[in-house]
Every structure is written in structure tokens, then in C-alpha cells.
């Protein structure tokens, strides 16, 4: 008597609290129509001529096979948990994030800034400036005057290619790409050193060293450099993931990261530069021979889970017609 | 009598459908080392709706056993911090959306600044040289004075101008602002020759009230009194500041 009592209670228990929002993650359909699962893929057909014998026999040959099915697919599930790989690049970040393409659209745009922290619209006004003084205090023949413009417009467009951002130096890109990105993340004005501002100026710190190693294969201490930034990155946003999440989420969308990537172990091994492509579409780690033998296993036992899935869709449309 | 009961964190949860699993740490006494070491243990707990998320701190509570290693259910949340989390998640990616289209706005913005200057500088020029032309009576022959007046008068109405040439500035550098706003930052500004005028022996006296019983103190400390002295806008100087 006292056992069914407890046994009546195991099903379907509820939370004390909070029982309002409480959804079923897998939608309820009716007993007549039980959800599609891989076990279909074991189902025996029988009709009216298969013997008693015959029938048995298949009963007994659909267990074994959805016992043999519930195991792989458990095996591969387990595999699945244990190597899951990176949400995003844990170096480059997300394609889609702009932080870094508003950047360098800022650097490039030669309407907002020249070269060396001049601003254009200031420079325009002090060449007009120049150029007005030189011609007043010349004499006030027009020949002169002609020819003195002349000279002002050569001087101009000399400037101008001087200090074009095409023609300025790696390093000063880099200061002013520092520049925008502090101005970005900043949490108020004067800004300088908050977690938010750390981790935008080592991202840009990266992504120009990590050109640098796109370009230079050999060039290994630029590699470590950048492995040891990623590291600094992590650290100082796992902080910042103490003091304050909601920051924190707020900065990884704005940098194009992920939490996956913060929290696990990430190292700048030649796996990671095969698996995202830094150097194109080239094997750097030769693959041993058991690990080879574990590969196509693996994909052996995927193949046929996929052909277990394909089989339990058919038998299930023939028992129960189109979802 | 009451079920068992305890508190944990949530460490593992969606890969199992409605099972979480339930760390929880208590203290036990070690004899052998003679001091309290955390023990661990975890626990699958039974989650109807998967509503946990990692980092949740719950509380649990026994139940009859479902299965062959659960026989706990969640009873109660202490912290849904996994939860916050989540929602934190989908709070930035709408914020960054938003701050995109800004970005692309303040873009746009600067351009037609910058286009509204270069058409001023344009402007200026060529109010140059028409008051050049009409100063000097070169003038072509199919054009009057009257007309070269009216283009004049045009440019000049455009951008509020009296007289041309003009003292006033009509285009305004960055350089000839002041770099500071108020009296606090003028201070700041100013800070060195404010020192170096307290230094002299003019204003010994002055400096020794500042100081009070701080006079044989060191050099840096005194220096650091006089500053906390000087940034505070109420106290008055002694002298004028440079403008």
C-alpha cells in the first residue's frame, strides 16, 4: 500500500514555486501519434499471412536491433558533448561583427582624418588661411597674384599626398585605430583603462598582428605575441564577467565574441590555425594512424545514424501518413 | 518527517532533456590533517520544463527514485543568475543594432559638415577675388560693376559678413579655443605658474597661512597641500591668471 502511494507521486512532480511558466521543451502530441525518433528505424512489419512463428521471430528481431540503435546513437551523442568546437574564432572573433570594419572604414575615410591625428576640415581652413595672408602681402599685380596661387595649389596637393593614409606608416594606423576603439567602448568621457576599453584596444591590437602572421609564416614570436594578447583578453573579461555580466554580454556582442570562448582553454597551436584557415585550405597537422582509424569510425557510425533516420521516416509515414 | 534537502549551483544542464546536474559542497573535518576540507558531490536532479540554466543556484529536494541515478527534483531557485545571463545575451545584441545604425548616421553627418566647409572655402575665394576685381577696375567687358556688387552682396548676406575684408573671423579654428571652460580647469591649466608664484618670497607669508602647522613638512607634501588648496574654486588668489 505504502509503496504504489510513492509511486503515484513520481510522476509528473512540479516545482513548488514558479509553476506558471513552466513549458514542455518537446510539444506534447497525442498517444495516437507518438514523436518521430531513430527507434522507427527498427519497426517489423507484419500482415495477415505471417505466421505465428514469423511473427515471433521479427518481435524478437526488432528489440535487438532498437537496442543496437539506442547505443549508437548514445555513443555518438557522447562524442558529440565531448568535442565541441569553438562558437566563433576565439582570436578574429565573429565576420559579422563591425567593430573592427568601422574602424578601418574610419581610418580610410580622408574626409575625417589625414594622417598623423590631423583633422581634415582644421587643415582646409588653415591652407585657405596661408594662402589669403601670401597673396595679401604680395604686391597687387595679377601676374603675381596668379602665380603665387599656382605655387599655393602645388604646395596644397604636395600635402595632401604627404599625408594621405595610403601613404602613412603601419604604426600610425594602428594609434589611430587605438584612438577610435577607446572612443567607442568608453563608458563616459576620459575613459581610458575600464575592462571594456582593455579588451577593445587588444582586439585591434590583434587583428593587426594577426595580418602581420597571415603574411608571415615564419614569423613565430608575432604568433606567441598574439596567443599572449587572446590570453590578457580573456582574463581581464572573465573580470569583467565578476563585476558586472551585464557588461559583459554587452562587450562580447560588441567585439564579436562568444562566452564559450572566454571561459575554455585556447591555445595558438597549429590545430587552431588548420581548423580556421589563417593560412588557406592547408593540412599543418599530420593525422596519426589511430587517429585516422578513430576518424573513420566515427564517421562510419554517423553515416549510419543518418540511414537509421532516413529508414525511421519512411516506416514512420507508412504507420502514421505525412507529418 | 521532512525531505532531504540541500542547496547547489547548477554546473551541467541541456544535455540531458529534463535532467540538470546539481553540484553540491559541504565542509567536512579531516582528522588526519586537522582542518575542514570541501567535499563535492553531484547530483542528477529532475527539471520538469527545463527551465535551469548554468550558474542557477537552487535548492533540492528528494524525491521517490524516477530513474537509476535521479532521485531529486528542483524545488526552489536562490539565484537565476544563468538565467539573467540569457537575457543579458539578447539584451546586447538589440543595443549593438541600434548603436550600428547611429554609426552609420554620424557618418553621414560628418560628410555633409564637411561639404558645407568646402563650398565656404569655396565661397570665401571667389568673395576675394571679386573685391580684388572691383578694387582694382579690372573688369572684362561683358560684365558690369553692378552685377560683380550683387554677387558680393549675396556671398556676404549667405554667411552674415558686414564688410569684406573683415577683422571679425568668419571661419572658426580649433586651435583658438580655449582649452579650458571654467575656473577649476583654468587652475589646472595653470597649475605650474601658480606654484612657482606661491614659491616666491612676495607671497611667503600667504603661503605659510595656506599651510598652517604643515610648513616644516617636505618639499612633495607641501607641494600636494598647496594643490589641494588651489583646485578648490572658493579660495581666492592672491594674483591674476595669464589669459
Known amino acids: ?4 502511494h510513492t509511486r503515484l507521486l513520481s510522476n509528473g512532480r512540479r516545482l513548488l514555486n514558479n509553476t506558471t511558466n513552466l513549458k514542455p521543451a518537446i510539444p506534447v502530441i497525442s498517444e495516437s501519434q507518438p514523436p518521430l525518433t531513430t527507434y522507427f528505424a527498427a519497426k517489423q512489419f507484419t500482415d495477415n499471412y505471417t505466421t505465428k512463428q514469423k511473427a515471433k521471430k521479427l518481435r524478437r528481431r526488432e528489440k535487438k536491433l532498437k537496442k543496437k540503435i539506442t547505443k549508437e546513437v548514445n555513443i555518438l551523442k557522447q562524442y558529440d558533448l565531448k568535442n565541441v568546437p569553438f562558437s566563433v574564432d576565439p582570436v578574429l572573433g565573429n565576420s559579422n561583427c563591425k567593430f573592427i570594419e568601422n574602424i578601418l572604414n574610419k581610418i580610410d575615410n580622408q574626409e575625417m582624418n589625414l594622417s ?14 596661408a594662402e589669403k595672408l601670401s597673396i595679401d602681402q604680395s604686391s597687387s599685380n595679377e601676374t603675381m597674384r596668379d602665380s603665387i596661387k599656382t605655387i599655393e595649389e602645388h604646395k596644397k596637393k604636395a600635402i595632401e599626398i604627404i ?3 595610403r601613404n602613412t606608416s603601419a604604426e600610425d594606423k594602428r594609434k589611430l585605430a587605438t584612438k577610435y576603439a577607446v572612443e567607442e567602448m568608453q563608458i563616459n568621457e576620459g575613459d581610458t583603462a575600464s575592462p571594456e576599453v582593455v579588451a577593445g584596444v587588444l582586439t585591434t591590437k590583434i587583428y593587426f598582428m594577426m595580418q602581420h602572421v597571415k603574411k608571415f609564416k615564419k614569423d613565430v614570436t608575432t604568433r606567441v605575441k598574439v596567443e599572449q594578447l587572446v590570453h590578457q583578453r580573456q582574463s581581464i573579461l572573465k573580470y569583467l564577467k565578476k563585476i558586472s555580466p551585464e557588461r559583459y554580454y554587452y562587450t562580447l556582442a560588441k567585439l564579436g565574441l562568444s562566452d564559450d570562448v572566454i571561459i575554455r582553454e585556447f591555445a595558438m597551436s597549429k590545430q587552431y590555425l588548420q581548423d580556421f584557415k589563417v593560412w588557406g585550405d592547408k593540412q599543418l597537422v599530420k593525422e596519426t594512424k589511430s587517429m585516422k582509424v578513430k576518424n573513420e569510425k566515427v564517421q562510419a557510425l554517423r553515416d549510419r545514424i543518418d540511414s537509421y533516420n532516413d529508414l525511421a ?5 507508412l504507420l502514421y501518413g505525412k507529418k | 518527517m521532512a525531505r532531504q534537502n540541500f542547496v547547489g549551483l547548477v554546473v551541467s544542464q541541456g544535455k540531458m532533456s529534463k535532467t540538470v546536474k546539481v553540484r553540491i559542497s559541504n565542509k567536512v573535518y579531516d582528522n588526519r590533517i586537522d582542518k575542514e576540507i570541501v567535499k563535492r558531490k553531484d547530483y542528477l536532479v529532475h527539471d520538469e520544463g527545463n527551465v535551469c540554466k548554468e550558474g542557477d543556484i537552487v535548492r533540492i529536494e ?6 537509476k541515478r535521479k532521485y531529486f527534483a528542483i524545488a526552489e531557485f536562490k539565484q537565476n543568475k544563468g538565467q539573467q545571463f540569457a537575457q543579458y545575451e539578447d539584451l546586447a545584441k ?3 543594432k541600434e548603436e550600428q545604425q547611429l554609426f552609420l548616421e554620424s557618418f553621414k553627418n560628418h560628410k555633409m559638415e564637411f561639404n558645407k566647409i568646402i563650398t565656404q572655402i569655396s565661397d570665401m575665394k571667389k568673395l576675394d577675388e571679386l573685391s580684388y576685381k572691383l578694387r582694382n577696375g579690372i573688369n ?3 560684365v558690369n560693376d553692378e552685377v560683380l556688387i550683387n554677387e558680393i552682396n549675396d556671398i556676404k548676406a549667405k554667411y552674415n559678413i558686414n564688410s569684406w575684408p573683415t577683422t571679425e573671423s568668419t571661419l572658426e579654428l580649433e586651435v583658438n579655443k580655449p582649452v579650458y571652460t571654467n575656473e577649476e580647469e583654468k587652475r589646472v591649466f595653470f597649475m605650474d605658474f601658480i606654484l612657482e608664484q606661491l614659491n616666491n618670497e612676495k607671497f611667503q607669508q600667504y603661503k605659510s597661512n595656506i599651510l598652517g602647522g604643515n610648513v616644516d613638512k617636505k618639499k612633495n607634501i607641501q607641494k600636494n597641500l598647496m594643490r589641494t588648496w588651489i583646485l578648490n ?3 581666492e588668489l592672491p594674483f591674476k591668471l595669464p589669459e
Open chain 1, 1 to 4: 500500500m505504502l509503496k504504489l
Open chain 1, 116 to 129: 598623423y591625428g590631423i583633422d581634415r576640415i582644421e587643415f582646409e581652413k588653415v591652407l585657405y588661411g
Open chain 1, 163 to 165: 599625408l594621405n593614409s
Open chain 1, 313 to 317: 521516416k519512411q516506416n514512420y509515414e
Open chain 2, 62 to 67: 528528494s524525491i521517490p527514485k524516477i530513474s
Open chain 2, 94 to 96: 538589440s543595443r549593438i
Open chain 2, 140 to 142: 572684362d567687358d561683358s
Open chain 2, 233 to 235: 574654486v572658493n579660495n
